[in-house]
Antibody, heavy 120, light 107 residues
C-alpha cells in the first residue's frame, strides 16, 4: 500500500525558514517523480514543486521559485521541501504527492498533509 | 498560465441521482486533465486522468469526458461515499493548475 507521511509543519515567523519532510513507503521511491502541492485555508490547490527520479531536475511555479527547494533522498525514501523567506501567503496545508510525469504530470497518491502557518 | 474554472462551487444531490461537474480551461489542453476527490479526514484521491481514463480503484459509476477546453466529471447513481470535494487539474503545461473545486453535498 502506498503511504506518504508528511512532517515538519508548524508556526513560523515571516522571513524565517522551515523544512518539510515526507516519508514514502509501499512503492519503489526512486522510480517516481515526487511533488509538493499546497492548499491555503479555504482556498484551492496550488502546485509548489516537482523533482525528478534522480533529483537532477526540479520544477517550481513563479510564486515560490528562488525561495523553496525540493530535494529527495532515495536511500531513505524521503522527500523534502526547504522553505525560505516565508511569507504570510505561504500559510497552507502542504501535501506530498507521487507525480506521474506524463506531459506536465498529475498526482496519483497524496499524503494527509501538514499545516504550515506563517505569522508573527 | 492555464486558468481552470469550475463554475459550480456547490452542488446538492440525493443518493441515487446522477450529477455532472464541469471544468473549463482557458486554452486548449487536449485531454491532459485529471480529476480528484477529497473527503474530510482523507487524502486526496485521483479519480480520472487523461480526461476519461479511470484510475485503478475508481468505481465505474464515475466517468470523465471532454477535450480541448471543456471537461465534465459525471457520477451516475450517487452513493453516500461520493459526497465531498472535487477538483480538476490540467497537466498540459507547467505551472500545473487546478480548478477552484466543487463541493458535492447531500440534498
Amino acid at each position: 500500500e502506498v503511504q506518504l507521511v508528511e512532517s515538519g509543519g508548524g508556526l513560523v515567523q515571516p522571513g524565517r525558514s522551515l523544512k518539510l519532510s515526507c516519508a514514502a513507503s509501499g512503492f519503489t521511491f526512486s522510480n517516481y517523480y515526487m511533488a509538493w502541492v499546497r492548499q491555503a485555508p479555504k482556498k484551492g490547490l496550488e502546485w509548489v514543486a516537482t523533482i525528478s527520479t534522480s533529483g537532477s531536475r526540479t520544477y517550481y511555479p513563479d510564486s515560490v521559485k528562488g525561495r523553496f527547494t525540493i530535494s529527495r533522498d532515495n536511500a531513505k525514501s524521503s522527500l523534502y521541501l526547504q522553505m525560505n523567506s516565508l511569507k504570510s501567503e505561504d500559510t497552507a496545508t502542504y501535501y506530498c504527492a507521487r507525480h506521474i510525469a506524463t506531459r506536465g504530470g498529475y498526482f496519483d497518491y497524496w499524503g494527509q498533509g501538514v499545516m504550515v502557518t506563517v505569522s508573527s | 498560465d492555464v486558468q481552470m474554472t469550475q463554475s459550480l462551487s456547490y452542488l446538492a444531490a440525493s443518493p441515487g441521482e446522477s450529477v455532472s461537474i464541469s471544468c473549463k480551461a482557458s486554452k486548449s489542453i487536449s485531454n491532459y486533465l485529471a480529476w480528484y476527490q477529497q473527503k474530510p479526514g482523507e487524502a486526496y484521491k485521483l479519480l480520472i486522468y487523461s480526461g476519461s481514463t479511470l484510475q485503478s480503484g475508481t468505481p465505474s459509476r464515475f466517468s470523465g469526458s471532454g477535450s480541448g477546453t471543456d471537461f465534465t466529471l459525471t457520477i451516475r447513481s450517487l452513493e453516500p461515499e461520493d459526497f465531498g470535494l472535487y477538483y480538476c487539474q490540467q497537466y498540459y503545461e507547467k505551472p500545473l493548475t487546478f480548478g477552484s473545486g466543487t463541493k458535492l453535498e447531500i440534498k
